[in-house]
């Protein structure tokens, strides 16, 4: 056993722990009289010192120990919860993160500790002049302690041992603390350092069971060693999360229980139990032992996705053949292959959705330093964050979401006292939504801000040479709003640390539509603005339908498509130099595939005067009507990467395998009709 093999555990775990003290410090701070919440962020401090302390990593373990001392002050009502210790907290969080990066980068940052560490002794020196230490915390012994009995040979190999080296035998009784995390660790620490004094001869749990965490909150073992009982205390006395040790000499092998005679339920032990009661109870508690959840790598998960995007293309290959060969016996085995292949790829695609919570819960601390930054009263309102997403999905949406957010605080949200003056409430609130809606996800921000002013859009256009005076009179309202998501144009009249460089809302619009996704905002003056974002479920398998284009196939997401048309020549009309269609009283523009591909093939699919297939698909909130040659139906395709040398290119979203073999291109109908 390598504690290497524990840094990813506990990588995971702190970082579970960090954010969930960040949420809940913002809880105080709201709330700073609510002692629950400081009893649970102080255990969750208690927890993370005792993991770091175990893994040996010193600064982590000196900085959330100095973290709990002042969160002990705290719980004692010796100092108020006050904003500005609060900062301080975050400051003290901010150094753990950095530390963490650290463990998990396995690179040394040349991080100092000692400056935050003395910020939080300067929130009250007296108070922590008697520093918090382990024997302060009350005694939480969860389980009676379990003998360790012996069978009668290895009572006679024993006491056999005693006698010809001269070594003493002791009982250890060790509690671990009902708050660690990480046990099996901890014994791993304990272990290592009887090895270094003598031998376990045997434990319980077993080492196995020790091994694979099958651990209760009480390990008993006997430890055959020449050490005085001082020197195992010694030994011991720096490993953190365990409540107590008991050390007992054996002068007498006999006096030990034998093995038979031992086992133990939850309410103790009882000698008057039958065996048939005995087994039950043992066979309950390997039962209550069964793992029910383990970590996998998303390593693991892409591994296993692209298995599954392959066996797809597999089916749909082997359902071609089906239908040339018209064989009763292979229809029906694809059936059952295509049931169980739609069985296995939900099952896949079910086990990488992550609730968006996960990175919703980044955003509130974010929120509230920057609305302190800026002088600002800001409420942040989340919901939804039980809908979840694929994990590809979650890890792009991030960034976007920290540029709307910051630009709601920045150029939303107006002062204290700019918001009395128009009769508002001094707060603003900023609302963080996610909903699902059909085939897809719908996030919200919106505030109740100032809103985008057109009228300074214009001017900013024009200052900045993006558009003329005559060409931004042309334009309405909703036009002009589309402006902000030009690659470096901003309205901001002073450059912030927050924004005012041009770089965001491009970024934003451009990162949407690589997931095939799309972005959409609406802006009301004086009442605020509300910016959506419709993300796919998933960008690795997605229903398209398959349209021929002079001879090459191509394939356009469902999710954007509305209708399928197919209209007379003479139905088509044109506004200038456009090309549109009436359909059902809505005036349609085209837009020829043949054209907009520059496809060079001569293979004409259809002749002049035949109906005119048309896509009507949705993107950027505009409809366009696709004209193809014509429909080849829907199918499942899986989504790869066209690689670097051809990303960007507007158009496509990616590529597919058919199943014959050939390469599709995935249209990228938002770039498209943009």
Same mark, same amino acid.
């Given at each position: 056993?390598? +504690?290497?093999?524990?840094?990813?555990?506990?990588?995971?775990?702190?970082?579970?722990?960090?954010?969930?003290?960040?949420?809940?410090?913002?809880?105080?701070?709201?709330?700073?009289?609510? *002692?629950?919440?400081?009893?649970?962020?102080?255990?969750?401090?208690?927890?993370?010192?005792?993991?770091?302390?175990?893994?040996?990593?010193?600064?982590?373990?000196?900085?959330?120990?100095?973290?709990?001392?002042?969160?002990?002050?705290?719980?004692?009502?010796?100092?108020?919860?006050?904003?500005?210790?609060?900062?301080?907290?975050?400051?003290?969080?901010? +150094?753990?993160?950095?530390?963490?990066?650290?463990?998990?980068?396995?690179?040394?940052?040349?991080?100092?500790?000692?400056?935050?560490?003395?910020?939080?002794?300067?929130?009250?020196?007296?108070?922590?002049?008697?520093?918090?230490?382990?024997?302060?915390?009350?005694?939480?012994?969860?389980?009676?302690?379990?003998?360790?009995?012996?069978?009668?040979?290895? !009572?006679?190999?024993?006491?056999?041992?005693?006698?010809?080296?001269? +070594?003493?035998?002791?009982?250890?009784?060790?509690?671990?603390?009902?708050?660690?995390?990480?046990?099996?660790?901890? +014994?791993?620490?304990?272990?290592?350092?009887?090895?270094?004094?003598?031998?376990?001869?045997?434990?319980?749990?077993?080492?196995?069971?020790?091994?694979?965490?099958?651990?209760?909150?009480?390990?008993?073992?006997?430890?055959?060693?020449?050490?005085? !009982?001082?020197?195992?205390?010694?030994?011991?006395?720096?490993?953190?999360?365990?409540? !107590?040790?008991?050390?007992?000499?054996?002068?007498?092998?006999? %006096?030990? &229980? %034998?093995?038979?005679?031992?086992?133990?339920?939850?309410?103790?032990?009882?000698?008057?139990?039958?065996?048939? $009661?005995?087994?039950?109870?043992?066979?309950?508690?390997?039962?209550?032992?069964?793992?029910?959840?383990?970590?996998?790598?998303?390593?693991?998960?892409?591994?296993?996705?692209?298995?599954?995007?392959?066996?797809?293309?597999?089916?749909?290959?082997?359902?071609?053949?089906?239908?040339?060969?018209?064989?009763?016996?292979?229809?029906?085995?694809?059936?059952?292959?295509? =049931?169980?292949?739609?069985?296995?790829?939900?099952?896949?695609?079910?086990?990488?959705?992550?609730?968006?919570?996960?990175?919703?819960?980044?955003?509130?601390?974010?929120?509230?330093?920057?609305?302190?930054?800026?002088?600002?009263?800001?409420?942040?309102?989340?919901?939804?964050?039980?809908?979840?997403?694929?994990?590809?999905?979650? %890890?792009?949406?991030?960034? &976007?979401?920290?540029?709307?957010?910051?630009?709601?605080?920045?150029?939303?949200?107006?002062?204290?006292?700019?918001?009395?003056?128009?009769?508002?409430?001094?707060?603003?609130?900023?609302?963080?939504?996610?909903?699902?809606? !059909?085939?897809?996800?719908?996030?919200?921000?919106?505030?109740?801000?100032?809103?985008?002013?057109?009228?300074?859009?214009?001017?900013?256009?024009?200052?900045?040479?993006?558009?003329?005076?005559?060409?931004?009179?042309?334009?309405?309202?909703?036009?002009?709003?589309?402006?902000?998501?030009? &690659?470096?144009?901003?309205?901001?009249?002073?450059?912030?640390?927050?924004?005012?460089?041009?770089?965001?809302?491009?970024?934003?619009?451009?990162?949407?539509?690589?997931?095939?996704?799309?972005?959409?905002?609406?802006?009301?003056?004086?009442?605020?603005?509300?910016?959506?974002?419709?993300?796919?479920?998933?960008?690795?398998?997605?229903?398209?339908?398959?349209?021929?284009? =002079?001879?090459?196939?191509?394939?356009?997401?469902?999710?954007?498509?509305?209708?399928?048309?197919?209209?007379?020549?003479?139905?088509?009309?044109?506004?200038?130099?456009?090309?549109?269609?009436?359909?059902?009283?809505?005036?349609?523009?085209?837009?020829?595939?043949?054209?907009?591909?520059?496809?060079?093939?001569?293979?004409?699919?259809?002749?002049?005067?035949?109906?005119?297939?048309?896509?009507?698909?949705?993107?950027?909130?505009?409809?366009?009507?696709?004209?193809?040659?014509?429909?080849?139906?829907?199918?499942?395709?899986?989504?790869?990467?066209?690689?670097?040398?051809?990303?960007?290119?507007?158009?496509?979203?990616?590529?597919?395998?058919?199943?014959?073999?050939?390469? $599709?291109?995935?249209?990228?109908? *938002?770039?498209?009709?943009?």
């Amino acid at each position: 056993m390598s +504690m290497e093999q524990y840094r990813a555990l506990f990588v995971t775990e702190s970082e579970e722990h960090l954010q969930f003290i960040s949420n809940a410090i913002l809880r105080l701070e709201k709330d700073p009289e609510d *002692a629950e919440t400081l009893n649970t962020i102080f255990r969750s401090a208690h927890t993370l010192k005792g993991m770091a302390a175990t893994m040996g990593f010193k600064s982590f373990t000196q900085l959330t120990h100095k973290m709990e001392d002042i969160l002990d002050i705290f719980r004692a009502d010796k100092i108020p919860v006050t904003p500005a210790v609060i900062d301080r907290l975050f400051k003290c969080l901010d +150094m753990l993160e950095l530390l963490l990066e650290e463990v998990r980068s396995k690179k040394d940052l040349n991080l100092d500790v000692t400056s935050v560490i003395a910020e939080l002794e300067n929130i009250s020196p007296a108070a922590l002049a008697s520093n918090f230490t382990e024997d302060s915390m009350p005694d939480k012994v969860g389980e009676e302690k379990v003998e360790v009995g012996l069978s009668e040979l290895e !009572r006679k190999n024993l006491d056999s041992v005693i006698q010809s080296k001269g +070594m003493m035998l002791y009982e250890i009784n060790i509690y671990i603390s009902l708050e660690c995390q990480m046990k099996s660790v901890r +014994m791993f620490m304990i272990f290592n350092k009887f090895e270094e004094l003598g031998e376990v001869v045997k434990s319980v749990p077993s080492c196995e069971d020790l091994e694979e965490n099958r651990i209760g909150n009480v390990v008993s073992l006997l430890f055959l060693t020449k050490a005085s !009982r001082k020197k195992i205390e010694d030994s011991l006395e720096f490993i953190l999360e365990i409540d !107590r040790i008991d050390i007992k000499q054996i002068k007498n092998v006999s %006096d030990l &229980p %034998d093995e038979k005679e031992i086992y133990s339920d939850s309410a103790g032990s009882n000698e008057t139990k039958n065996k048939k $009661a005995r087994k039950s109870e043992s066979t309950q508690m390997v039962e209550s032992r069964k793992i029910k959840n383990i970590r996998i790598s998303t390593r693991r998960l892409d591994n296993l996705m692209n298995l599954v995007g392959e066996l797809v293309i597999a089916k749909i290959r082997l359902m071609q053949i089906a239908q040339f060969e018209q064989s009763q016996a292979l229809s029906e085995v694809i059936t059952i292959i295509d =049931r169980l292949t739609s069985e296995l790829q939900d099952e896949v695609m079910q086990a990488r959705l992550v609730p968006i919570s996960h990175v919703f819960d980044r955003f509130p601390r974010m929120v509230r330093d920057l609305a302190r930054k800026g002088n600002k009263q800001v409420f942040l309102d989340i919901s939804g964050g039980e809908i979840e997403l694929d994990r590809t999905v979650l %890890d792009e949406i991030a960034d &976007p979401l920290v540029h709307l957010l910051r630009n709601s605080v920045d150029h939303g949200i107006e002062l204290p006292q700019e918001r009395k003056i128009y009769g508002k409430k001094t707060a603003g609130t900023i609302k963080l939504q996610a909903r699902r809606e !059909r085939t897809y996800v719908l996030v919200e921000v919106s505030d109740d801000g100032m809103g985008i002013n057109p009228d300074l859009l214009r001017q900013a256009a024009v200052a900045k040479g993006f558009y003329t005076e005559d060409e931004v009179s042309k334009m309405n309202n909703n036009d002009i709003l589309q402006i902000i998501t030009l &690659p470096g144009f901003s309205s901001a009249a002073v450059v912030t640390d927050t924004s005012g460089r041009g770089v965001g809302m491009d970024v934003v619009k451009m990162k949407i539509e690589s997931l095939g996704g799309t972005l959409s905002f609406d802006s009301n003056l004086g009442a605020g603005s509300t910016f959506s974002l419709k993300l796919p479920l998933t960008v690795a398998i997605i229903l398209a339908m398959l349209v021929e284009v =002079r001879g090459e196939i191509y394939a356009a997401p469902i999710a954007n498509i509305v209708e399928t048309v197919k209209v007379n020549p003479n139905q088509i009309k044109h506004i200038e130099k456009f090309e549109v269609i009436n359909l059902r009283d809505e005036v349609l523009p085209l837009l020829r595939l043949k054209d907009i591909l520059e496809s060079k093939s001569s293979n004409e699919s259809v002749a002049d005067d035949e109906e005119i297939s048309i896509l009507v698909v949705e993107g950027n909130g505009k409809k366009a009507g696709l004209v193809i040659d014509r429909f080849l139906g829907q199918q499942e395709v899986v989504i790869k990467s066209m690689g670097s040398l051809l990303k960007g290119i507007k158009g496509f979203a990616g590529a597919t395998i058919l199943g014959d073999g050939r390469v $599709a291109l995935i249209l990228d109908v *938002a770039s498209l009709i943009g």
